[in-house]
């Protein structure tokens, strides 16, 4: 009897702390995993806010010396993977606790496949390329949205050709993501709500992923559930730990889900515009996302539309034209929009990014096949 693999779906995450204050609890784990020095990888703003400094003071109450390294930028460059890298061997660290957003998060993953494989980072581009395992990392997301702590993406600038890339593995999942909401305080608006749409979309694309599955599905209709009023609430009330939480947890819910989900033409169009423009991912995703989705829920089942719509409190009319709707009205309540991106594009640029995203590791699970024509309908819907 013939073999069905294609049937097969399998589901990998890390060990999670979930809840108020849980990133006191890295040097108990740092200690257990019996590392001595580390890397802590954050950037500049995250220093400001104070979150590190108490995290160093709890490694070294553990007996852990720790080489801070917080050269990173949005949009972490393959040179800035090199810089912390390089640092990381020459101090002899051992592990990384990595403080931060999807930036320092995929910085340090970054760090830790050069630590174990050597060479440079953009070698390990694409899907299933990195052989050896990170050494010990610990996260502690310090946005609700990246999901780069229990993911196994990792997404670097490649600042020469102007485009990021994609990489993709099970040897990219951290050991333990420690998702504390008191964190997110911080945030400001502007911050807070690009990376709670990023969290939006990546249920959104798990969900219609054609490598979605039951349990990707039941994460990524959970966190569908909780976006649409606890983000609106983060913005109203920055402060309120109630909601906060809720978008700690869509975040994981929406990072698990698309990292066994994996994503769709929303992101590979977001990599391909924002390694252009070097602008916001979340921004980026927000644009793009109506006009994607205008195109892929004309071809998802109806039923599975009416349960996405169930779980974002969508009502009404034809779902697949009133769903896109939607997310263009949700992400301008929030304040995003495209401010003048489009004036620094040619149209020859516009099929560029829409060629780049065409071969973009995220569009192999995106619902049907768009051509390059088609991409390029969908940045201009987004843009214009
Ligand atoms: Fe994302």
Redesign the pocket.
């Known amino acids: 009897m013939p073999h069905r693999f294609e049937e097969i779906r399998k589901f990998v995450a890390p060990e999670v702390l979930f809840g108020a204050d849980s990133r006191m609890l890295c040097g108990t784990y740092a200690e257990r995993f019996g590392l001595r020095r580390v890397m802590v990888v954050t950037d500049p703003g995250v220093i400001e806010a104070g979150w590190v400094a108490p995290i160093v003071e709890d490694l070294s109450e553990h007996g852990i010396e720790t080489i801070v390294f917080s050269d990173i930028s949005a949009n972490p460059r393959s040179a800035q993977v090199a810089a912390g890298a390089l640092i990381y061997g020459a101090k002899a660290c051992a592990g990384i606790v990595a403080v931060g957003g999807?930036s320092p998060i995929d910085c340090a993953k970054g760090i830790g496949i050069i630590a174990s494989n050597g060479g440079a980072i953009l070698e390990y581009a694409g899907v299933d390329r990195v052989s050896a395992p990170m050494p010990p990392i610990i996260c502690i997301p310090t946005t609700a949205?990246?999901?780069a702590d229990v993911s196994q993406f990792a997404i670097i600038l490649d600042e020469a050709n102007h485009t990021k890339a994609g990489l993709i593995s099970k040897s990219l999942i951290p050991d333990l993501a420690l998702v504390d909401p008191v964190v997110l305080t911080t945030m400001d608006s502007a911050l807070t709500a690009a990376t709670g749409v990023?969290a939006l979309?990546?249920a959104v694309e798990a969900y219609v992923s054609n490598a979605s599955w039951e349990l990707t599905d039941g994460c990524a209709l959970a966190a569908m559930r909780d976006i649409p009023s606890a983000l609106p609430q983060c913005l109203a009330s920055p402060e309120d730990m109630t909601s906060r939480r809720a978008m700690a947890l869509a975040s994981l819910n929406a990072g698990l889900a698309?990292s066994n989900a994996s994503?769709g033409a929303v992101?590979a169009l977001?990599h391909a515009l924002g390694g252009r423009l070097d602008s916001p991912?979340?921004e980026c995703?927000a644009l793009l996302l109506g006009p994607v989705m205008r195109m892929n829920l004309s071809v998802m089942p109806t039923e599975r539309v009416q349960r996405m719509a169930d779980a974002l409190g969508v009502e009404g009319g034809d779902l697949a034209k009133r769903l896109p709707a939607w997310f263009d009205e949700f992400h301008a309540s929030l304040g995003i929009d495209a401010k003048d991106w489009k004036l620094a594009l040619s149209e020859a640029e516009f099929e560029n990014i829409a060629r780049a995203a065409s071969v973009d590791a995220c569009m192999a699970t995106n619902p049907w096949k768009p051509e390059v024509g088609d991409l390029v309908e969908m940045l201009h819907d987004a843009l214009d």
């Open positions: 999807g949205g990246t999901g990023d979309v990546h698309f994503l992101h977001a991912h979340g995703n």
